[in-house]
């Protein structure tokens, strides 16, 4: 089995990723994750996008574990919003942690000095998560916490 890579979305990670979004819709994932539809449509559109928003994969033997987005440059916002999603299968290993490392590397590397993000309350997992990893709860969302972290 290859090892465990980030990637960014191209073209050729289309079927993985709709695959994913597929698994993900099927589990009833988008109750908190829900940026944009999981859909074939999507996967493609993604997996060809050309803009100042970035879009990666966490990937294993190239089968798509995870998902992430550093999103908001494209319409014009100097902090990004994060987002993740893991396939029910790579949930409780750790990936979540180093996934977010990683983008938070990659939106310094854009010269970001804050991410955003939002969250369910009841999402406790993913709760815990952000906030050892220093995200701050400054405000609320519609139903969700919106947290902060200072690169």
């Known amino acids: 089995m290859n090892g465990l890579e980030f990637r960014q979305l191209c073209p050729e990670l289309e079927t993985s990723l709709s695959q ?3 698994d993900l819709d099927s589990g009833g994932d988008g109750h908190h ?3 944009h539809p999981f859909t074939a449509a999507e996967a493609k559109r993604l997996c060809g996008y050309d803009g100042a928003d970035l879009y990666y994969i966490a ?13 908001g440059w494209d319409e014009g916002y100097q902090i990004p919003s994060l987002g993740i999603a893991f396939h029910p299968d790579a949930r409780g290993k750790g990936l979540g942690r180093l ?3 990683f983008l938070h590397a990659a939106a310094k590397l854009r010269g970001a000095k804050r991410i ?5 309350p009841d999402n406790t997992v993913a709760v815990k998560l952000y906030e050892s990893m220093g995200y701050r709860y400054t405000e609320s969302s519609e139903g969700q916490l919106v947290g902060y972290l200072d690169l």
Do not use: D, E, Q, W
């Open 20 to 22: 994913f979004f597929a």
């Open 116 to 120: 955003r993000l939002k969250v369910y």
């Open 33 to 35: 994750f829900h940026p």
């Open 59 to 71: 990937a294993v033997g190239g089968r798509v574990l995870g998902y992430g987005m550093l999103r």
């Open 99 to 101: 996934f977010m490392m």
